[in-house]
């Protein structure tokens, strides 16, 4: 609003008419509408550049009527700096276009994607998995358009009149339109009727304490009481020393902080400047922190040492590992235990993502509700467990796929646990034989897809996630160790006199081993441009660092379980981490769609600028909310199943 004469130069608007001398037939292919609103904003457009070009004082009100457009227009992305910094996307001011709405018609902040001019537009539904391959290069402008202007009618308008040398494919907007359907209002009623039962379990439970007494239809709600489930998570009260492993509580729990850690970049990848963050692979900080992998190889272990400890601490065990009902009731009792709290979520998820839709969620191509999407197609490979065997792209919750493999382990279980029933020989037998063909299948697994050392490469990190980090029988060798471990454990109640004897170099074996696991990673990292490893190294590469962190995994366990070391054993067995080692499923469950919710407070795209403003401004923040968000998911979905298990026991018998 400058007042003096001269603001802009002698026929800036006759030049600015020139340019927006847009063909009549655009208007013809878009919305009556959009049309409308569209011509509205560009003649206030030229008439605010006259007034600019003329005017020596009281601009500002004779501007007054074309005020939505400049504002409009000062929200539009500008040209970006930093273009050696792969900078892809141009952020405009979506507080400036949120200013702008309402005045003569309503707007929406968008980013349009375009590609270079001549090439084909992608496939929009999968680009979260692409955005690594630099061969697939996309750009974001983002744009304050009239929300009556659909995505079509954008990148018509886009690709009519401008002189770029792009081709726009599709707008990402803030404001979503959704179709209301019916499991849309039967998961509301759902929820509803939840919050109904747990406010009245606690309620009763509180007043009347006293349950035994009570008949079969008041225990039940109080099986849903947050005031006893809470008490049940959060207590620290010493378990009975002979039917606990000591240091499972703090693994489960650091290995599930470790995975938000390692899922927090994901998205910077499609931040506005990645070449930074793909650089950061040559830092061994960066591998101490994004090496999540080995977060997930853990779980396979701890998941392998609770069965065989279970099954060695029980009496009756060799009775009941011969009986095939014994290994059903196992199934379906893991199967009810694990399927109410993830399905539920799912359904927290594709219900929240209409909601989730700012700006930064926005230039991340819309991914919260394409994922929400894939929901409608694949819901059903949740129910059977077998999502680890689909594209994380075509995968409802992709994260989902560990609750898959590890219910996978559990059903092939009976095929290491009744030969180590029977005799030593047999069992370790038995076990060399599936780690070696699971061997075998990892080096035909790399050979034939082609496939990089890790998940963090700049090509092939969708093909590398599908079929080798979410292959459980790739990972069975870690669950046979974690078996075999647990019948050590509760088979003997001292340890050998010759890890008593060398413990302290043991310790020192151990961080040697998790040292070398981080520093062989950094070590397989090539130059952009360049091809990681050739398949046969980057398999054995795989083996090699996954075996050498699975044997330090289990010292630790093993050492911890037998107080080898003071120093260690009594932080990590320390019963201040059991109420954090119970809600580890809960907050596995809930921190993917919690990343997006922290991210979503922010009012433009992603941008890296180290790991620490990374952890500290999203990885800090997710845990933080994870912890009670998880506390209060355990206690309606997951705490509930085992009373009721109970209970129904209980009442049978």
């Given amino acids: 609003y400058a007042e003096p004469q001269g603001f802009l130069p002698p026929g800036f608007s006759n030049s600015l008419y020139n340019f927006l001398n847009i063909p009549p037939t655009i208007f013809t292919e878009i919305s009556p509408k959009c049309s409308q609103d569209f011509g509205l904003f560009l003649k ?22 074309h005020k939505f457009a400049l504002e409009q227009l000062d929200a539009f992305g500008k040209i970006p700096s930093g273009v050696t910094q792969w900078t892809t996307i141009s ?11 309402g005045e003569k018609y309503s707007t929406n902040y968008c980013y349009l994607v375009l590609i270079p001019r001549n090439s084909t537009c992608p496939n929009m539904s999968n680009l979260s998995q692409k955005m690594t391959d630099t061969s697939n290069t996309l750009y974001r402008l983002a744009v304050c358009i009239p929300e009556a202007c659909s995505s079509n009618d954008v990148a018509t308008v886009f690709n009519g009149i401008s002189s770029l040398p792009f081709t726009a494919c599709q707008t990402f907007c803030v404001k979503k339109h959704h179709d209301t359907s019916v499991w849309y209002w039967l998961f509301l009623i759902f929820t509803t009727l939840m919050v109904t039962v747990a406010i009245r379990g606690t309620v009763l439970d509180y007043y009347f304490v006293d349950t035994d007494d009570k008949d079969i239809r ?9 005031y006893s489930n809470f008490k049940t998570i959060l207590s620290t009260e010493t378990e009975k020393i002979d039917r606990r ?31 930074h963050l793909v650089e950061s692979r040559k830092e061994l900080l960066t591998h101490f922190m994004l090496d999540a992998n080995y977060s997930v190889d853990t779980f396979f272990v701890i998941s392998g040492t609770l069965l065989g400890y279970g099954m060695w601490k029980n009496s009756n065990c060799f009775q009941f590992a011969r009986s095939r009902t014994f290994w059903i009731k196992l199934l379906a009792r893991r199967y009810i235990r694990l399927m109410p709290p993830v399905t539920v979520f799912i359904g927290v998820f594709v219900f929240s993502a209409r909601f989730i839709g700012g700006p930064t969620i926005i230039s991340l191509f819309d991914n919260m509700d394409k994922q929400a999407e894939k929901c409608a ?3 059903w490979l949740n129910l059977f467990m077998i999502q680890n065997f689909w594209r994380p792209s075509e995968n409802c919750y992709g994260i989902s796929w560990y609750v898959a493999a590890d219910f996978q382990c559990f059903a092939i279980a009976p095929l290491i646990v009744i ?40 090509k092939g990190m969708e093909e590398y996630l599908t079929y080798a980090h979410q292959s459980s029988f790739l990972r069975i060798p870690n669950f046979i160790f974690g078996i075999i471990l647990g019948k050590v454990l509760a ?66 366990i093993y050492a911890c379980q037998f107080d080898l070391s003071r120093c260690f054993s009594s932080f990590i067995n320390h019963r201040f981490w059991q109420p954090f080692g119970r809600l580890t499923y809960c907050i596995y469950i809930i921190h993917w769609w919690m990343l997006y919710v922290v991210l979503n407070q922010s009012d433009r795209s992603l941008h890296f600028v180290s790991q620490g403003q990374m952890l500290l401004t999203v990885t800090i923040p997710t ?12 206690s309606v979905f997951e705490v509930p199943i085992g009373r009721l298990e109970k209970l129904m026991y209980k009442f049978l018998h």
């Fill in 491 to 556: 088979t003997y109640s001292a340890p050998t006199p010759f890890a008593y004897n060398n413990s302290g170099k043991f310790w020192m074996l151990c961080f040697a081993s998790i040292f070398f696991c981080f520093y062989g990673k950094l070590q397989a990292v090539a130059n952009i441009g360049e091809p990681e490893m050739v398949p046969m190294v980057s398999a054995a590469h795989h083996i090699f660092h996954r075996t050498l962190w699975t044997f330090a995994i289990l010292w630790v």
């Fill in 245 to 275: 492993l000591k240091s499972i509580h703090f693994l489960k729990f650091w290995s599930v902080v470790w995975v938000i850690v390692g899922h927090s970049p994901v998205n910077f990848l499609m931040g506005d400047t990645a070449k």
């Fill in 419 to 458: 030969p180590w029933m029977k005799s030593q020989k047999q069992g370790m037998r038995y076990s060399i034989t599936i780690i070696v063909v699971s061997i075998l299948a990892t080096f035909y697994t790399f050979i034939h897809h082609d496939l990089p050392p890790f998940n963090y490469v700049l």
């Fill in 44 to 65: 206030s457009l030229i008439a605010s550049a006259n007034i600019l070009e003329t005017c020596n004082n009281g601009c500002q009100e004779r501007l007054e009527d």
């Fill in 377 to 379: 197609d694949t819901w």
């Fill in 623 to 634: 845990v933080v909310l994870c912890i009670p968000a998880a506390l209060l998911w355990s």
């Fill in 218 to 226: 008041f225990r039940i709600f109080c099986c849903f009481s947050l």
């Fill in 91 to 101: 952020d405009g001011s979506y507080q400036a276009c949120d200013e702008a709405d």
